[in-house]
């Protein structure tokens, strides 16, 4: 028996069975590289998906968790803590806007946080999109479309309206009077990374305005530098024009690796909650605070924004020139693909097999979100190991047209 073998029986024999058996067990990291149990070295294209910005050991996040944590490791909301307040202002910066800032601890909580937010305008209704993704406490579970998710849970908090994402027409038709929010991601990851036309956010954001709407964006995915812009409503390539949202959440990707959320509401609507309307005992951890001051740090330092769009259209081009992908998508290093077949669990057992980890959001998807780190000899290694990988998943070649991405 592998070591491998030995863990995974132990997990499931401790661990409840919501994620399937672990395809690996890790023990370490370095860069954007990974170790299993068994030595085997792995290229992380998933970056623990879109999180693990700065890559594994960094040395500038372990310098500043550990300082942190030998200052003021934890106090509670009744005080308030130097590294929590710097953040909130960078990020509200960042937007570019006025706002104010409520800290969480993953997507899902910055989600709940929001839609408790939204019952603040007096409205009930939140349109949201087919395609799209939350979370999966109750909350966030009820503005998410996909029915196997959704479920086994109802009934679920309502008045939640869902529309065909990416159409304005049906966006106007959805929204009137009683809506309190639209709820959109600029780009839905988990749907396999599916970028909208450029017209919609500003469109979304007009509709919602007509009627004393918010606009919400949930940029858990998408912000924080992986498309290669600070927000993807900011990113000249996803939008034709200037979006103020109203409120925008954000989680995966801003402290790389510690676990951390924020609900930022722009305006009036960063003023919406009293004291005593909503909370949360780790929100807002000095620890986690100084891990996201220390990515946002490291990404303007290390000019990361623009080294994430020089690599992300280097592996979109390497990708797309495989006539066994019918379509690549994204922008920065969130990227999506389209298999001729639909045997994306077989490339994803392909790669690992040639030392890469790659992600199947559905059955005939791809997508990668690698840290912002990345090399360029990782991006070297990974084209020239694809096309094998496609041949040893039994991929076939499409009999349609092959389209470039639209971002
Ligand atoms: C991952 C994700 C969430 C949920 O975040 P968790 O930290 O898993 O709760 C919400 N929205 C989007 C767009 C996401 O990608």
Same mark, same amino acid.
């Given at each position: 028996?592998?070591?491998?073998? *030995?863990?995974?029986?132990?997990? =499931?024999?401790? /661990?409840?069975?919501?994620? !399937?058996?672990? %395809?690996? &067990?890790? $023990?370490? +990291?370095?860069?954007?590289?990974?170790?299993?149990?068994?030595?085997?070295?792995?290229?992380?294209?998933?970056?623990?998906?879109?999180?693990n910005a700065l890559g594994h050991n960094h040395p500038?996040?372990?310098?500043?968790?550990?300082?942190?944590?030998?200052?003021?490791?934890?106090?509670?909301?009744?005080?308030?803590?130097?590294?929590?307040?710097?953040?909130?202002?960078?990020?509200?910066?960042?937007?570019?806007?006025?706002?104010?800032?409520?800290?969480?601890?993953?997507? *899902?909580?910055?989600?709940?946080? =929001?839609?408790? /937010?939204?019952?603040?305008? !007096?409205?009930? %209704?939140? &349109?949201? $999109?087919? +395609?799209?993704?939350?979370?999966?406490?109750?909350?966030?579970?009820?503005?998410?479309?996909?029915?196997?998710?959704?479920?086994?849970?109802?009934?679920?908090?309502?008045?939640?309206?869902?529309?065909?994402?990416?159409?304005?027409?049906?966006?106007?038709?959805?929204?009137?009077?009683?809506?309190?929010?639209?709820?959109?991601?600029?780009?839905?990851?988990?749907?396999?990374?599916?970028?909208?036309?450029?017209?919609?956010?500003?469109?979304?954001?007009?509709?919602?305005?007509?009627?004393?709407?918010?606009?919400?964006?949930?940029?858990?995915?998408?912000?924080?530098?992986?498309?290669?812009?600070?927000?993807?409503?900011?990113?000249?390539?996803?939008?034709?024009?200037?979006?103020?949202?109203?409120?925008?959440?954000?989680?995966?990707?801003?402290?790389?690796?510690?676990?951390?959320?924020?609900?930022?509401?722009?305006?009036?609507?960063?003023?919406?909650?009293?004291?005593?309307?909503?909370?949360?005992?780790?929100?807002?951890?000095?620890?986690?605070?100084?891990?996201?001051?220390?990515?946002?740090?490291?990404?303007?330092?290390?000019?990361?924004?623009?080294?994430?769009?020089?690599?992300?259209?280097?592996?979109?081009?390497?990708?797309?020139?495989?006539?066994?992908?019918?379509?690549?998508?994204?922008?920065?290093?969130?990227?999506?693909?389209?298999?001729?077949?639909?045997?994306?669990?077989?490339?994803?057992?392909?790669?690992?097999?040639?030392?890469?980890?790659?992600?199947?959001?559905?059955?005939?998807?791809?997508?990668?979100?690698?840290?912002?780190?990345?090399?360029?000899?990782?991006?070297?290694?990974?084209?020239?190991?694809?096309?094998?990988?496609l041949d040893a998943a039994g991929v076939g070649v499409?009999?349609?047209?092959?389209?470039?991405?639209?971002?």
């Amino acid at each position: 028996m592998t070591a491998t073998q *030995a863990w995974t029986e132990r997990y =499931a024999g401790a /661990l409840m069975n919501t994620f !399937g058996p672990p %395809k690996l &067990v890790l $023990t370490r +990291g370095d860069g954007a590289h990974v170790w299993d149990a068994d030595g085997r070295e792995y290229v992380d294209l998933l970056g623990g998906i879109a999180v693990n910005a700065l890559g594994h050991n960094h040395p500038r996040l372990t310098k500043a968790v550990t300082e942190q944590l030998q200052t003021l490791g934890h106090i509670s909301n009744f005080f308030a803590s130097e590294p929590q307040i710097e953040l909130a202002e960078r990020l509200v910066s960042l937007l570019g806007t006025e706002a104010h800032v409520f800290f969480t601890n993953s997507g *899902a909580e910055a989600n709940e946080a =929001a839609f408790k /937010l939204t019952r603040r305008t !007096g409205r009930t %209704k939140v &349109v949201v $999109t087919e +395609g799209g993704f939350h979370g999966r406490t109750m909350g966030a579970l009820a503005l998410t479309s996909k029915l196997a998710y959704r479920e086994p849970f109802e009934p679920l908090p309502g008045d939640v309206v869902f529309v065909p994402y990416g159409d304005i027409a049906a966006l106007d038709a959805a929204v009137d009077e009683r809506t309190a929010a639209v709820l959109v991601e600029p780009v839905q990851g988990e749907a396999g990374v599916v970028a909208p036309p450029t017209d919609y956010l500003p469109a979304a954001q007009r509709i919602a305005h007509e009627h004393g709407a918010l606009l919400w964006l949930d940029e858990v995915q998408t912000g924080v530098g992986r498309t290669g812009a600070w927000f993807a409503h900011q990113h000249p390539d996803l939008v034709s024009g200037p979006v103020t949202p109203d409120i925008v959440t954000l989680a995966k990707g801003l402290a790389g690796g510690i676990p951390i959320g924020a609900c930022i509401a722009t305006g009036g609507s960063g003023k919406l909650f009293d004291p005593g309307n909503h909370g949360t005992t780790f929100g807002g951890n000095p620890v986690a605070a100084a891990a996201a001051l220390a990515v946002l740090d490291t990404i303007t330092a290390d000019g990361l924004l623009d080294h994430v769009t020089r690599l992300g259209s280097r592996i979109r081009d390497g990708l797309a020139a495989d006539r066994r992908v019918t379509e690549v998508r994204g922008a920065g290093l969130l990227i999506g693909l389209d298999l001729a077949e639909a045997k994306a669990a077989d490339v994803v057992a392909a790669a690992q097999d040639a030392g890469y980890i790659v992600n199947a959001p559905t059955p005939d998807r791809i997508r990668l979100a690698p840290p912002l780190v990345l090399t360029d000899s990782d991006v070297d290694g990974f084209l020239a190991a694809w096309p094998a990988i496609l041949d040893a998943a039994g991929v076939g070649v499409s009999t349609g047209s092959t389209t470039e991405g639209d971002a």
